[in-house]
């Protein structure tokens, strides 16, 4: 049963303009370069609903904001080597400095806690919040706020199905309910029964104060359903470029990469996809509405429908003129992926100015130990035809999945050597254990299950387990990180090509 026919069943009426609920929608993920598409999507619902909605965004108040990447300068290569420090005698050190690191930017902003209070003295009947784990801090001190003005306060963010997590944020002062679902249709009705206070025990998806909770919500699927995001009361001005988000689908058509969290978020679970004429309608429209043709497509996989995305290649200059774009995409070994080198230049000549994927590492044992469902080769041609079609190429590796040796770290600095002038920006990080990820149920499972990686402690707050990882500790293997590290400064360090700078920064 859905919370539309719980609604329904008890008589409750769809809003009209003149019984709308006043409601407070503070976007805590305050994105530096777009608005954020998931709250575009929560403020159409309410507001063609009949709510009335005031939506409160920290640049606006210019709070400093979350930006992707700038170009590396020498200070950032030395950062980046001791982050990922893995020498035994600087272990401690650097693990403090990572702690006063996330403490310094987890903090509440006291800009936001000052605007979100004026905001909450005007008395609206919810305070709703779009958050993600590192707003813990801020979060705890909203709820604060808003339990002295008595008003109710409901969670959402792309986390909060998993179990643990919500488990350790629902105790929070102030709170009301957490909600882990996609809220595209429900968010109206959802906002209802809170304030009628009703059952909510039939109500997937939520997780209350007292922790009675219910099972998680399905999958949205009916994608083309969803309302066109209304960001109007996003701080335009703060943007350096107008840049619109949008997605042709949720999930990932691959979706078994065992260190992947974003196919277990609320939004990511199972791959579900939009029409082509829906898409390039959105398109049109916030072409229109918001005086821009640049679009961040943000799909796990632009490429998850190969269909859909040539159909987007074709049409999206006839639907938008002079479209600018750019996406992330999955090089897996499909026959048709959607990637051929005729195909890379086609989306060139289509608006396409920069795309990303994970690359993950360069060694082929290392991708058939993370089920990448990827290959070496596979990864060098996309890049090399990609940068000739004349598309900026960014890409995203890490450290440390367990298995990897010294060998393994050094095929991936040669690989970055031998490809460096295709490659525009890397990404490189250590591995991370996120819950609900199938390498984290196989460690929880069975925790000798990875020869040399150890569990140091769970972070259900943050929904991630510390570890360490021996091998990486070898004198061969911190030799071979140095190499990488050395390459990425190389790449990080030269300026983007000129048609995608716009886009420096986004993904």
């Known amino acids: 049963m859905t919370l539309s026919d719980i609604v329904t069943r008890r008589g409750a009426k769809r809003l009209s303009s003149n019984d709308g609920k006043r409601i407070l929608l503070v976007d805590l993920n305050n994105f530096a370069s777009f608005p954020t598409l998931a709250v575009g999507l929560l403020v159409a619902s309410l507001r063609n609903a009949g709510h009335r909605v005031d939506l409160l965004v920290p640049l606006a108040y210019d709070v400093p904001a979350a930006a992707r990447e700038k170009p590396d300068r020498l200070h950032h290569k030395w950062m980046r080597a001791l982050h990922l420090s893995t020498t035994p005698g600087l272990i401690v050190f650097r693990n403090a400095m990572r702690s006063a690191f996330y403490w310094y930017h987890r903090r509440p902003h006291e800009t936001v806690i000052r605007e979100v209070g004026r905001a909450l003295d005007q008395r609206p009947d919810i305070l709703l919040l779009s958050a993600y784990l590192q707003h813990h801090a801020t979060v705890v001190e909203l709820c604060r706020l808003a339990k002295e003005r008595s008003v109710p306060v409901l969670l959402g963010g792309p986390a909060f199905n998993l179990k643990g997590t919500t488990e350790a944020w629902r105790t929070i ?53 969803s309302s066109v995001p209304d960001f109007t009361d996003f701080p335009w001005d703060r943007y350096p470029v107008r840049i619109v988000p949008i997605m042709t689908g949720r999930g990932c058509q691959w979706g078994r990469c065992l260190f992947c969290s974003d196919v277990v978020s609320a939004n990511g679970r199972t791959f579900r996809t939009r029409s082509v004429e829906s898409v390039l309608n959105e398109m049109r429209e916030q072409s229109r509405r918001c005086a821009t043709t640049n679009f961040l497509f943000l799909d796990l996989k632009l490429n998850s429908n190969p269909h859909l995305l040539r159909g987007l290649v074709e049409h999206v200059q006839t639907a938008v003129p002079g479209a600018q774009w750019i996406g992330t995409v999955h090089v897996d070994r499909r026959q048709d992926n959607g990637l051929s080198r005729n195909e890379l230049r086609a989306a060139a000549r289509a608006g396409m100015r920069r795309v990303s994927f994970g690359l993950e590492s360069g060694s082929q044992h290392v991708l058939d130990l993370m089920d990448k469902g990827s290959s070496v080769e596979g990864n060098e041609a996309f890049i090399r035809h990609a940068s000739e079609a004349g598309i900026s190429v960014r890409c995203t590796m890490f450290q440390g999945f367990p298995g990897e040796t010294a060998e393994d770290l050094s095929m991936t600095a040669d690989f970055l050597v031998r490809n460096e002038r295709y490659i525009d920006r890397v990404r490189f990080n250590d591995f991370s254990i996120l819950e609900d990820t199938p390498i984290w149920h196989k460690l929880m499972a069975e925790a000798n299950s990875y020869p040399g990686l150890s569990i140091k402690g769970i972070d259900k707050r943050h929904a991630k387990a510390s570890y360490a990882y021996t091998p990486s500790r070898h004198p061969e293997y911190r030799r071979a990180r140095a190499r990488v590290l050395e390459a990425v400064y190389g790449i990080n360090r030269r300026p983007l090509r000129d048609e995608a700078r716009m886009f420096d920064g986004l993904m």
Not at 210 to 221: L, M
């Open 173 to 225: 002062p102030g709170l009301t309910a957490i909600y882990g679902g996609e809220a595209d249709l429900v968010a109206p009705e959802l906002v209802t029964a809170i304030l009628a206070k009703q059952d909510m025990s039939g109500v997937p998806g939520i997780t209350l104060s007292d922790g009675r909770g219910t099972p998680a919500a399905p999958p949205f699927r009916e994608l083309d359903r």
